[in-house]
């Protein structure tokens, strides 16, 4: 790895690097060649109790700042990581193996994004006067929560660290944060960026380690409110946890998102939009839209067209070449999952029209796969896979689609292709879903809530609605008049 990319401790606390070599060794396995490519220590106790103490101490001095003094160093940061953008994809790269000309767009940059919408909101960031009778009034205060934890999957890694981090500092609070085990070096990079940028020391420090680290966090006493992007499971032992103490949750799980696609629908851009909801990021995107439903006209098109960009337009090779579009699977579990759905999906009878061959010795490729003939009731057709696996459904009216599309345990996302204004409103109305599109796929401007309802996830990242779930409201009532009493 060049060295400027590369952190130089296992963790970032307090303002620096630092190590704790009695933690277990997590080895960093660059998805491309299998081979480890850095090391780094799981938090210790000491590790986790010096991280807490120093977010709770610095928490303090920062929500004393005046919003915009807070907002200016969000601002400075952001600055900072697009300067650096390069060197952030770079890494980025080796940590998840996502390819050179996805992360040079859509990492650093959107974590850049979420700093800077953050910063501009955070000197707005204020209480209301309420008017009573007699010339009280009320008048509230919005607050920071104190410490919020925040705990990440590995497919986004600057993204994660900067969505969870940008609300909350905005807001007051301090952060710790912990990366997935198998992608610890991005939020490294996200600390440092922060505190070079005028970050008070100790207000957002990042930790190594497993679901055990993550666990210990959850419950410590000292924190306010936790943050988990992951999968459904984790959520809910991760909510449970923290309901124990009361605890703010956001919670950013997993889906199986229907993207619903008409006769009318413009054919091309159907096609990009099911390649957008499936194999950006090799399919490991929580929001996909794994189940596309085809209506019976356009159903032999979509597939013979979906096939032949495929076949042509798919480039599997080298992530750091910047003509490669399709890199390997993040790690090696998750590349077994996949594998273990498309020999299933065969199994119980679907038709395995495109790819899903393994690619090369090294590394975790694997070619994005296609299944037809796919009906509800197959795993492949209920169960996250979180890579790139598309099932393709046939359907024949409205009513049957939203029906079928809805009839999933996540609400995560779901999207419409037609022609027709009037029925793709309808149909995102009865989207049992948090994020919807409609004509396209997949974007999360940093503007717009993100996040899913039932079993997808509780509470929503970005846009203003984020600041409500890292702050809370004190209500102060003013008598303006003597206090009087019953006796
Ligand atoms: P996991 O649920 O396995 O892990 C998520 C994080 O939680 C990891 O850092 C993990 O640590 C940690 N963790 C595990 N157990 C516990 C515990 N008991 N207490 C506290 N923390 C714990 O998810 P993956 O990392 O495999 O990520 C893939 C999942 O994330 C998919 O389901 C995907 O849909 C979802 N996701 C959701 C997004 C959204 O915004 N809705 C976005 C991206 C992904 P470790 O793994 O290091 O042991």
């Known amino acids: 790895m060049p060295y400027s990319t590369q952190p130089t401790a296992s963790h970032f606390i307090d303002g620096q690097y630092v190590d704790d070599t009695a933690g277990d060794v997590i080895e960093v396995i660059?998805?491309?060649?299998?081979?480890?490519?850095?090391?780094?220590?799981?938090?210790?106790p000491a590790i986790i109790n010096q991280a807490l103490t120093s977010a709770q101490r610095a928490q303090k001095e920062w929500a004393a700042m005046t919003g915009t003094q807070r907002g200016r160093v969000l601002r400075r940061a952001a600055d900072i990581m697009r300067e650096r953008n390069r060197d952030l994809s770079?890494?980025?790269?080796?940590?998840?193996?996502?390819?050179?000309?996805?992360?040079?767009?859509?990492?650093?940059?959107?974590?850049?994004?979420?700093?800077?919408?953050?910063?501009?909101?955070?000197?707005?960031?204020?209480?209301?006067?309420?008017?009573?009778?007699?010339?009280?009034?009320?008048?509230?205060?919005?607050?920071?929560?104190?410490?919020?934890?925040?705990?990440?999957?590995?497919?986004?890694?600057?993204?994660?660290?900067?969505?969870?981090?940008?609300?909350?500092?905005?807001?007051?609070?301090?952060?710790?944060?912990?990366?997935?085990?198998?992608?610890?070096?991005?939020?490294?990079?996200?600390?440092?960026?922060?505190?070079?940028?005028g970050l008070p020391a100790g207000c957002y420090n990042v930790i190594q380690g497993m679901g055990a680290v993550g666990a210990a966090l959850v419950t410590d006493p000292r924190v306010a409110k936790v943050s988990l992007t992951g999968s459904v499971p984790t959520g809910r032992k991760v909510y449970a946890a923290a309901a124990a103490e009361m605890k703010h949750v956001t919670m950013e799980l997993g889906g199986k998102s229907p993207l619903v696609i008409f006769d009318d629908a413009d054919l091309e851009s159907a096609v990009s939009g099911a390649v957008l909801a499936n194999f950006y990021s090799s399919g490991q995107v929580c929001s996909n839209g794994t189940r596309v439903f085809v209506q019976r006209g356009i159903r032999k098109a979509f597939v013979a067209r979906l096939i032949e960009r495929l076949k042509?337009?798919?480039?599997?090779?080298?992530?750091?070449?910047?003509?490669?579009?399709?890199?390997?699977?993040?790690?090696?579990?998750?590349?077994?999952?996949?594998?273990?759905?498309?020999?299933?999906?065969?199994?119980?009878?679907?038709?395995?029209?495109?790819?899903?061959?393994?690619?090369?010795?090294?590394?975790?490729?694997?070619?994005?796969?296609?299944?037809?003939?796919?009906?509800?009731?197959?795993?492949?057709a209920r169960e996250e896979i979180f890579g790139p696996v598309m099932s393709v459904l046939d359907f024949d009216t409205e009513e049957e689609a939203l029906t079928r599309a809805n009839a999933t345990e996540f609400?995560?996302?779901?999207?419409?292709?037609?022609?027709?204004?009037?029925?793709?409103?309808?149909?995102?109305?009865?989207?049992?879903?948090?994020?919807?599109?409609?004509?396209?796929?997949?974007?999360?401007?940093?503007?717009?809530?993100?996040?899913?309802?039932?079993?997808?996830g509780v509470g929503r990242e970005n846009s203003k609605l984020a600041i409500n779930h890292y702050s809370e409201m004190k209500s102060v009532y003013v008598a303006m008049n003597p206090c009087e009493a019953p006796f």
């Open 30 to 44: 660059y998805p491309a060649t299998g081979k480890v490519i850095a090391r780094v220590h799981a938090a210790t």
């Open 90 to 197: 770079v890494l980025e790269t080796w940590d998840t193996g996502k390819p050179l000309s996805e992360t040079l767009y859509v990492d650093a940059t959107s974590a850049a994004d979420a700093l800077e919408y953050f910063g501009g909101l955070a000197g707005s960031l204020t209480g209301e006067h309420i008017p009573l009778g007699n010339g009280d009034f009320v008048y509230t205060r919005r607050e920071a929560l104190g410490v919020c934890v925040g705990i990440g999957a590995w497919n986004y890694p600057t993204q994660i660290a900067a969505w969870k981090g940008a609300p909350a500092l905005a807001c007051g609070n301090a952060m710790v944060f912990k990366p997935s085990e198998t992608t610890p070096l991005c939020a490294l990079k996200v600390a440092e960026i922060l505190h070079e940028a």
């Open 312 to 380: 042509t337009g798919v480039v599997l090779g080298d992530p750091m070449d910047e003509a490669t579009n399709f890199g390997p699977m993040s790690n090696a579990r998750q590349l077994e999952i996949v594998e273990r759905y498309l020999r299933q999906g065969v199994a119980e009878g679907a038709t395995l029209a495109h790819g899903g061959n393994r690619v090369g010795n090294e590394g975790f490729y694997i070619e994005p796969a296609v299944f037809t003939d796919v009906t509800d009731d197959m795993s492949i």
């Open 411 to 456: 609400g995560l996302a779901a999207g419409v292709f037609t022609a027709d204004l009037t029925r793709a409103h309808r149909m995102v109305a009865g989207f049992e879903a948090g994020t919807c599109y409609i004509n396209t796929y997949n974007l999360a401007p940093v503007e717009a809530p993100f996040g899913g309802s039932k079993g997808s």
